[in-house]
């Protein structure tokens, strides 16, 4: 069996770059508040975010709906939550 840590990261990488807060929280090991003091919103277009730098020690979010059945919410960049476990 598959730890938890591992099949989220096979999950994350195969679908999605945003993360809601409980998945980021535990994709990285801290608490959701962690998550939310480091948190900084990302003013821009999501689809061009990976071409600008996120200050260090900070997570980019933004307010999305990514499917038709959830609803607009916090979702964290996935890529700098990634720099967390370096």
């Given amino acids: ?3 938890p840590r591992t099949v989220f990261i096979e999950h994350m ?5 945003w993360a ?5 929280a535990e994709f990285i090991g801290v608490s ?3 998550i939310l003091r ?10 061009e975010i990976h ?12 307010r999305l709906k990514l499917g038709d059945h959830t609803r ?4 964290y960049y996935v890529p700098d ?3 967390w476990l370096k």
């Fill in 32 to 34: 959701p508040d962690t």
């Fill in 13 to 17: 990488c195969g679908k999605t770059l």
């Fill in 20 to 24: 809601r807060l409980s998945d980021a």
């Fill in 72 to 75: 607009q919410e916090r979702r």
């Fill in 38 to 47: 480091r948190g900084v919103e990302y003013q821009g277009n999501a689809s």
């Fill in 51 to 62: 071409l600008r730098t996120c200050p260090d020690g900070k997570i980019r979010h933004m």
């Fill in 1 to 3: 069996m598959q730890q």
């Fill in 81 to 83: 939550l990634m720099k």
